[in-house]
């Protein structure tokens, strides 16, 4: 069965950085977009990157373009978000999310698993 395991979080200053890991299991993973999602207490969840099966092209909601980078590794069946210049709005549980096509989109219900999510607090 699929499995996403996010890992990587935690506490960071405005302006830090933190490297988030999804490990991917259960699935042929080169075949899937892949996307990271993210949901604050009290709010909907929110797209934050996405990339495609083969990593040829990335997409970014506004807010993070150029200061977070989604890749993946499809031998290791792992996908990674770097986030730089962190803002306190950013803190929330952040979701690895499999795509349910090769490219995926920004709209959560065109993703069909994600994991338990990884806790990401930003401090000012």
Same mark, same amino acid.
């Given at each position: 069965?699929v499995?996403?395991? #996010?890992?990587?979080g935690?506490?960071?200053? @405005?302006?830090?950085?933190?490297?988030?890991?999804c490990a @991917?299991?259960?699935?042929?993973?080169?075949?899937?977009? &892949?996307?990271?999602?993210?949901?604050?207490?009290?709010?909907?969840?929110e797209?934050? @990157?996405?990339?495609?099966?083969?990593?040829? &092209?990335?997409?970014?909601?506004?807010?993070?373009?150029?200061?977070?980078?989604i @890749?993946?590794?499809?031998?290791?069946? &792992?996908v990674?978000?770097? &986030?730089?210049?962190?803002?306190p #709005?950013?803190?929330?549980?952040?979701?690895?999310?499999?795509?349910?096509t090769?490219?995926?989109?920004?709209?959560?219900?065109?993703?069909?698993?994600?994991?338990q999510?990884?806790?990401?607090?930003?401090?000012?």
């Amino acid at each position: 069965h699929v499995q996403l395991v #996010e890992s990587g979080g935690g506490l960071a200053q @405005a302006g830090g950085s933190l490297r988030l890991s999804c490990a @991917a299991s259960g699935f042929s993973f080169s075949n899937y977009a &892949m996307g990271w999602f993210r949901q604050a207490p009290g709010k909907e969840r929110e797209f934050v @990157a996405r990339i495609w099966w083969s990593g040829g &092209m990335r997409d970014y909601t506004d807010s993070v373009k150029g200061r977070f980078t989604i @890749a993946r590794d499809n031998a290791k069946s &792992m996908v990674y978000l770097q &986030m730089n210049s962190l803002k306190p #709005e950013e803190t929330a549980v952040y979701y690895c999310d499999r795509g349910r096509t090769r490219w995926g989109t920004k709209a959560s219900a065109d993703y069909d698993s994600w994991g338990q999510g990884t806790q990401v607090t930003v401090s000012s």
